[in-house]
């Protein structure tokens, strides 16, 4: 009795490992194919990439560099104007308040953008449009937000600068 257990689970065994050894050969049978497409599609794309991708893609990189050129031309001539125009109005030297708070607007000659031009005014005209915009006598927002946060000090150094503006002109010229 015992000995046809034995045989049996012997059997069972051996029947196991023989389909073990089956699956085995399927995976193996398997990734060999898989190899071998793997191993076709190599062959194949690189020869379709080499007679049509390759070409292509050297006119697009050649028409890519043109354009970088031309861009990078182009911006170098608008840097160039654009320093020749800032050569030309910077006639004199401003005080760094000045052209931090107020050039943006006026110009950096006081020459005049967004603001009206303040080349020509006096000192004293000048001290006192800034104290009518702060006081809120003359009303104006954005003069008015910028001098309510500078000191009188500041306001009355602006002031004389800007008195000199017309003089440094015409000096320069
Ligand atoms: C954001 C823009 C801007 C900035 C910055 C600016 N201003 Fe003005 N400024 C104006 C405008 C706009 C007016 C005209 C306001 C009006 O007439 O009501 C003006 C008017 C003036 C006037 C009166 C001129 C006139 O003939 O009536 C003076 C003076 C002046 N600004 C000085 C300054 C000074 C000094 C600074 C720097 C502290 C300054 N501004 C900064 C926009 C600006």
Redesign the pocket.
């Known amino acids: 009795m015992i000995r046809h257990i034995i045989a049996l689970i012997a059997t069972i065994l051996a029947a196991g490992a023989f389909w073990f050894l089956a699956q085995m050969d399927i995976k193996s049978e398997r990734a060999k194919l898989i190899a071998d497409i793997i191993e076709k599609t190599k062959m194949e794309v690189p020869n379709k990439q080499k007679s049509m991708v390759t070409p292509i893609k050297q006119t697009q990189s050649v028409t890519i560099e043109d354009k970088r050129k031309k861009e990078e031309d182009e911006a170098q001539k608008k840097l160039k104007s654009l320093k020749d125009r800032a050569g030309s109005a910077m006639a004199f030297k401003v005080s760094p308040?000045?052209k931090q708070?107020?050039s943006?607007?006026?110009g950096v000659n006081g020459e005049g953008i967004?603001?009206?031009?303040?080349v020509g005014?006096s000192e004293d005209?000048?001290y006192k449009?800034?104290q009518d915009?702060k006081s809120g006598k003359?009303?104006?927002y954005?003069?008015y937000g910028?001098?309510s946060k500078?000191s009188d000090d500041d306001?009355k150094a602006?002031?004389q600068e800007?008195g000199t503006f017309e003089q440094k002109l015409n000096s320069t010229k």
């Open positions: 308040l000045y708070k107020c943006s607007c006026h967004i603001g009206p031009k303040l005014l005209k000048v449009d800034l915009f003359r009303k104006n954005v003069m910028l001098l500078m306001i602006l002031s800007i």
